[in-house]
Structures are given as structure tokens and as C-alpha cells.
């Protein structure tokens, strides 16, 4: 079962064309259509990318597929696909939606915030998480994320204390949350493949590393993606609809291959990072390393 949209509201940045759309569940949605000017299978790499993430449990936005009526397309104008010189309709369909984390007319969304914000965040955490996700699935764009506000209740679990700043955050508090989005260049965007750069997946704004000491830092994450039930990626497939990749489904199926046996390379992957120009990690000492593999400091 879909979401059906209802009313076009305004296209986003990006280079996906992605559109913001008002669904029949009264929910905000960012559509990225199908015929989207950097390939079919950007929407492909989205689904499977959140549905890893729904499992390691990852702060991402709710998703799910999006029709777009052709009324609805004929109706709105302003349904554009846009790159370079070359402007061509969006087509009506089934697309990728994931939900716009607030109400847009009542509440900002900021991909930046400033470094005494990015400390306070409640979820800091999952950075952690997310730099072995980008490298096991080769993001090949930087990690994307979106900053907001929201009740503490919803980020904390039953009976948790959290204290920020030296202060307790209640349950009904206002803070500032992080949701992990835009994973349509997984895999090398189109090409289907994977590489194993240093300075793959590490988040710009490196102050999200400053509590890392060792390998254990990005746990429980690291564990679950090493020990990954092969059913995941299987339930990965089965929510792709087929018309998205078409003639495709060995090139899926390889894909989904490859990427359960690169799980068991994540964690050198993430000791490599240690090689990136500016080590992301000061506080991670490790006397010597020879190829992936640490020896002597922590492994």
C-alpha cells in the first residue's frame, strides 16, 4: 500500500530534482521520481539504504512509495525535472517519498547548525553509526543530514537520563535532533559498485568524531552490520517495486550479494580511515598498522 500525493507544494534543492508533496495521510513528503535526471536507480539504492538503516537502527525518516497521479502531474505546473539546458516533465507513478520530519509551515529543517548546537544534539551518537554504514554501502556523496527540533520523549528510551551541557534533559524538553538522509549514491550512484577510499563517509563537520577512541566507539553499529541476518537484504529486494529496475533484477541481485559479503570488511574500512589526509580521530592511537590490519595501540 502507497501513499497517494494530493497536492505538489514546492521542488527541492538537489541534484534528484526531489519535489515536496502533500500526501492523503496529511504527512510531508520528498518524492524523488523514477525518470529523476541522475538515474533509475538512485530510488533503488534509497529503499535498500533505509531499510538497512530501520534495522541498526539509525536515525532516518519514516519512507515509503509515493503515487503520483497523472491529474495530478497535469495539474501542477511547476512538476519539472531540471539539468543543465534539458527540462522534461515529471511522469506520474510510483516514486520514492521519504517524510519531511516536521510540519514545513510551522517548523524549519537546517542542513547546518552552528558547532555549540552540533554538541547538544541528542542523538550526536549516531555519526558513529553511520560512517561503517557509508562505508559498507560506498556513499559516493558526502554523508547528508537534516537538524530539528523536537520533544526529548520521542529520542529517548523509557527511564533514560540524558544530561547535556550539565543539564537534565526532561522527557518534555525541546532539543535538537539529527536525521540521516539522501542515500541515492550508495553504491557509486547508478554504477552498482564499491569502492574502499579513506575519506569515504566521513562527515565534514569531523567534531562528530572528537569522542572516538578505538574501534569499540562505533558499537553497537559496527556489530550489526557485521552480523547482519541475510533476511534484511532480502526484505530489501522484496519492497523494491520491479518497474524501478526493470530488466535489472540479476544486477540487483548481484548487488545485494556484494554488499552481504563486504559486511565482514567493514571494520578495516573503518580503521583505513585513519589514513585520510587529516585523521578524523586523534583521540584513537594506534602504534602501527600494516594494510588493514592494526597492530600494537587498539584494534
Excluded at 25 to 38: C, I, L, M, S
Excluded at 53 to 70: A, I, K, R, T
Excluded at 101 to 118: E, G, I, K, M, N
Aim: with cysteine; aromatic share 10%.
Amino acid at each position: 500500500m502507497s501513499i497517494r500525493a494530493r497536492e505538489h507544494v514546492r521542488r527541492m534543492r538537489g541534484g534528484a530534482n526531489a519535489h515536496l508533496m502533500l500526501g492523503d495521510d496529511d504527512g510531508y513528503w520528498v518524492v524523488k521520481f523514477r525518470n529523476n535526471p541522475q538515474h533509475a536507480r538512485v530510488i533503488v539504492n534509497e529503499v535498500i539504504c533505509y531499510t538497512l538503516l530501520d534495522h541498526l537502527g539509525l536515525p532516518v525518516p519514516s519512507w515509503d512509495v509515493v503515487e503520483v497521479s497523472p491529474e495530478l502531474v497535469a495539474a501542477s505546473p511547476d512538476l519539472v525535472m531540471e539539468a543543465g539546458r534539458d527540462s522534461r516533465r515529471c511522469e506520474p507513478g510510483l516514486h520514492f517519498g521519504s517524510r519531511f520530519p516536521v510540519d514545513p509551515v510551522r517548523q524549519a529543517v537546517y542542513d547546518y547548525v552552528p558547532l555549540s548546537l552540533l554538541r547538544e544534539l541528542v542523538n550526536l551518537e549516531a555519526f558513529l553509526g553511520m560512517l561503517p554504514f557509508d562505508k559498507w554501502i560506498s556513499n559516493a556523496n558526502g554523508r547528508q543530514a537534516v537538524f530539528f527540533r523536537d520533544r526529548a520523549k520521542d529520542w529517548l528510551r523509557p527511564g533514560e537520563e540524558r544530561w547535556i551541557a550539565g543539564r537534565e534533559i526532561s522527557a518534555r524538553s525541546l532539543v535538537y535532533v539529527v536525521n540521516m538522509i539522501d542515500h541515492g549514491f550508495a553504491f557509486n550512484a547508478h554504477r552498482w559498485e564499491f569502492a574502499a577510499l579513506p575519506e569515504q563517509g566521513v562527515y565534514t563537520r569531523r567534531e562528530v568524531y572528537s569522542e572516538v577512541t578505538s574501534l569499540d566507539s562505533f558499537e553497537p553499529w559496527l556489530s550489526r552490520i557485521v552480523d547482519l541476518p541475510v533476511g534484511v537484504l532480502d526484505d530489501a529486494y522484496k519492497r523494491v517495486p520491479a518497474a524501478w529496475y526493470a530488466d535489472d533484477w540479476q544486477a540487483l541481485e548481484s548487488l545485494l550479494e556484494r554488499l552481504y559479503e563486504r559486511r565482514t570488511e567493514v571494520p578495516d574500512l573503518v580503521r583505513k580511515t585513519k589514513q585520510c589526509s587529516v585523521d578524523p580521530f586523534p583521540g584513537w592511537a594506534l602504534t602501527a598498522t600494516i594494510g588493514a590490519r592494526a597492530v600494537g595501540g587498539d584494534a
